[in-house]
C-alpha cells in the first residue's frame, strides 16, 4: 500500500474526512513540529493560511471517526518541488479532542516520531 492517506471526501464546505491505516501514512503526515501537533491533508480544494477546517478522521483499525478541528498552517500547492503531494498542513485547534487525538498519533508512533524520514511537508 502507499504512504499517502486516502484522499479528503466532503460532504459539506469545510468539513473533511481523512482515513489513515498504516503507520508509515500516520508518519508521513503527521505535523509534530507544529505546536499541539497537526496533518497533512491531501486535498486539491483551495484553502488559505488561517482557514478553520473541521474533519473526521480514522485511524488504522480503530472503526470510530475523531472529530477534530485546525487551521491551515502549511500549503502544498500543485506541482510543487520534488514531485511533493498536494494538500494543506493543518495545526490541531486547543481543546480536549485535539489532545486526544495527538496523544492517540503519538502512542502509535512510538519510536518512530525520532526518526529522520522525509515526510509530506519536511
Known sequence: MSDI????????AGMLSLTIKER?????????FVKRGGLFIPTNRPYQMGDQVYMLLTLMDDPNK???????VWITPSGAQGNR????GV??????GSNTVRGKIEGILGNAMKATRHTHTM
Open 5 to 12: 492517506p486516502k484522499p479528503i471526501s466532503s460532504g459539506r
Open 66 to 72: 475523531m472529530p477534530i478541528s485546525g487551521k491551515v
Open 85 to 88: 503531494q498536494q494538500g494543506i
Open 91 to 96: 495545526q490541531f485547534d486547543e481543546n480536549e
Open 24 to 32: 508509515t501514512a500516520l508518519y508521513a503526515a503527521y505535523l509534530p
